[in-house]
């Protein structure tokens, strides 16, 4: 029997972000291992149209959801989806709500966050940093508390090469950074956000460091733990391999491989590439959640959730690997060939931007038009470049994350939930990650049937020879504009006219004599 599972159990569990990427992974493995807890609180706000309950249901009847539907059937029942936005006071919690969380909760799991680069700094701090801290006021209210498990990343510290599962003071307190957000106009404060976040390279690695302070020095009276996950990818085992459904990270880049949109990138390849598959951070989300309640440590324990150290791949092999799969399992309607390169020189990543990225948009867009079309190539590719800048810090770079609480939390486990709440990424095989990767983005990212594989393949075929008949086209004018314009040219030419004219007349007469 899971210790782990047991102690869920029973109990009220409130969830920050259940509907984001980790969330959703990590409500479906509760209900799934711990049929019998009692509720889900989740803290959700309208969006896009759809009312808290649509989006609920939409969670509930996805594919991801498959499996936990068989064993919780009344699932629905389970999960209580509460109106708030984290960006409001008391999270704009009505009174009875708010009521009902404080007096039930059992366990929080913080994941909820501002995960864009290019967040202004005020709304950054509002969701990654002030949100965090009304949070645990709001936790300091809860008399059946047993945890609280902040999810922070392993690059809130990126500024420094080697990390420990420690708190790295930040320059200036977060009190203080809140404080002066309330008086200060936008345009000061875009102008002083490079100087505070200093050596991070955006608001979000910045925030996430400011979150964990908050947690560190407002949480004392708390039972808190702190997940720091490296670059979360799609599911390596539960509840199937490969589910993903976001465009962060690497999911978004190898849809750009894969349809032939990248074709070069700025990257070290030796560098390493610290992925971690998202089943992996939830397992050790819910064993630190255990460990947290049970054990009561001391001090606020943090668990590094990273590859690197244990089981390291780099950037070049996962490309190969992505690059080897995209043969087996083409994308659909692809623009170019994925035939992507790295370049580790700023120079000729500009050259191949120019050339592989822009010149060839800049073409289709030319063609649309002629055929009376929209052009639209250019606009995604600038957007595509935009992506890649800031994504290059991460793969330009590599980390060493120390692993004592993880190794340590790992042989807290009993044999039984270190099969079930598996967070050994040492057992990871990374082509098969990688296969089952690039497959899940297929089908459950761009919904693309496996029915469709023939055709795409025979559609790369087709783009290989336009490929082909291209750099011929392209060869015989540029040579014949030489030839036009330089005599030496010329002779080179006249020089292989005659060479390939000899030999066909050596050819011709050696097999006349055989005859
Ligand atoms: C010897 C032989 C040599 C051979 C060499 C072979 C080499 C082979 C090379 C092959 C390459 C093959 C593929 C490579 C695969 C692996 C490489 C991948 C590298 C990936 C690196 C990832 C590094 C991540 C590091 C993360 C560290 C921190 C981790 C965390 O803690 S948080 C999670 C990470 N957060 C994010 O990723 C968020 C990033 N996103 C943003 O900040 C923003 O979205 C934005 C990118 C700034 C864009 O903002 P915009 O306002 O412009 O747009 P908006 O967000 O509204 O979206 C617009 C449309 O764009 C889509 N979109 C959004 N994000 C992405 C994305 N990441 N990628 C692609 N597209 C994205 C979005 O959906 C919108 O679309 P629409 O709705 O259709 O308009
Ligand atoms: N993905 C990754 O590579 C990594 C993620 N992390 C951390 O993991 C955690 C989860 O990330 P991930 O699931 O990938 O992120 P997502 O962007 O997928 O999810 C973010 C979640 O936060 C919620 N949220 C955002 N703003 C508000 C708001 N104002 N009010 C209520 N809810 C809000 C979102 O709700 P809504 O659906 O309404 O937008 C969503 O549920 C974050 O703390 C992140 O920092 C750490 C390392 C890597």
Redesign the pocket.
């Known amino acids: 029997m899971s210790m782990i599972a047991a102690f869920y159990g029973g109990k009220s569990i409130l969830i920050t972000g259940a509907t984001g990427f980790l969330g959703k992974v990590l409500m479906e493995k509760l209900f799934r291992t711990s049929p019998n807890l009692k509720v889900i609180y989740i803290l959700v706000r309208p969006k896009a149209g759809q009312t808290l309950q649509q989006r609920v249901f939409q969670i509930l009847n996805s594919k991801l959801f498959e499996k936990v539907k068989e064993v919780c059937p009344n699932v629905h029942e389970k999960i209580r989806p509460i109106c708030a936005d984290l960006n409001q006071n008391d999270f704009g919690i009505s009174k009875e709500d708010m009521q009902e969380l404080l007096s039930c909760t059992n366990i929080i799991f913080h994941c909820a966050?501002t995960?864009?680069?290019?967040?202004p700094l005020r709304h950054a701090v509002q969701l990654n940093v002030t949100a965090t801290q009304q949070l645990l006021q709001m936790a300091s209210e809860m008399p059946r508390l047993e945890a609280f498990i902040h999810i922070s990343?392993?690059?809130s510290n990126?500024n420094l090469k080697h990390i420990d599962e420690v708190i790295y003071p930040c320059p200036v307190e977060p009190k203080k950074i809140i404080d002066s957000l309330e008086w200060l106009d936008d345009a000061i404060v875009d102008e002083i956000t490079p100087k505070l976040i200093g050596d991070r390279p955006?608001t979000?690695?910045y925030t996430?460091a400011l979150g964990e302070m908050v947690v560190h020095q407002e949480g004392r009276n708390l039972n808190i733990a702190i997940i720091r996950?490296?670059?979360?990818g799609a599911t390596w085992q539960e509840p199937f391999p490969g589910w993903v459904d976001?465009?962060?990270?690497?999911?978004?880049?190898?849809?750009?491989?894969?349809k032939g949109f990248?074709r070069s990138?700025r990257?070290t390849?030796m560098a390493v590439?610290d992925l971690i598959p998202v089943d992996t951070v939830v397992n050790l989300t819910l064993a630190a959640g255990w460990y947290t309640a049970v054990h009561r440590p001391k001090s606020t324990l943090i668990y590094h959730c990273t590859s690197g150290n244990l089981n390291p791949c780099n950037?070049?092999k996962?490309?190969?690997y992505?690059?080897a799969t995209f043969e087996k399992v083409p994308f659909e309607k692809a623009f170019r060939r994925?035939n992507?390169?790295?370049t580790t020189n700023i120079l000729s990543n500009q050259y191949w931007n120019a050339v592989s990225h822009l010149a060839p948009a800049i073409i289709y867009d030319f063609y649309l038009r002629l055929t009376g079309r929209k052009p639209r190539m250019t606009k995604l590719m600038n957007?595509?470049l935009?992506?890649i800048s800031?994504?290059e810090?991460?793969?330009n770079r590599s980390w060493e994350w120390s692993t004592a609480n993880t190794e340590m939390l790992m042989s807290e486990l009993s044999p039984e939930d270190q099969r079930v709440f598996n967070f050994d990424v040492r057992q990871l095989n990374w082509l098969e990650y990688i296969e089952n990767y690039v497959l899940g983005v297929k089908k459950y990212l761009l919904k693309e049937d496996m029915a469709g594989i023939p055709k795409a393949k025979q559609h790369l075929k087709r783009l290989r020879n336009i490929h082909y008949l291209f750099n011929t086209a392209l060869f015989l004018i540029i040579w014949r504009l030489l030839i036009a314009r330089s005599q030496m040219a010329r002779n080179i030419w006249l020089f292989i006219v005659s060479f390939c004219y000899k030999f066909l007349s050596y050819f011709r007469a050696s097999s006349t004599l055989k005859v």
């Open positions: 966050a995960v864009r680069f290019d967040d990343t392993a690059y990126c955006n979000y690695t996430k996950p490296s670059i979360v976001n465009l962060n990270g690497p999911s978004g880049m190898i849809i750009a491989a894969g990248l990138l990257a390849p590439a950037w070049l996962m490309g190969l992505v690059l994925p992507a390169d790295f957007r595509l935009r992506t800031m994504l810090y991460f793969i």
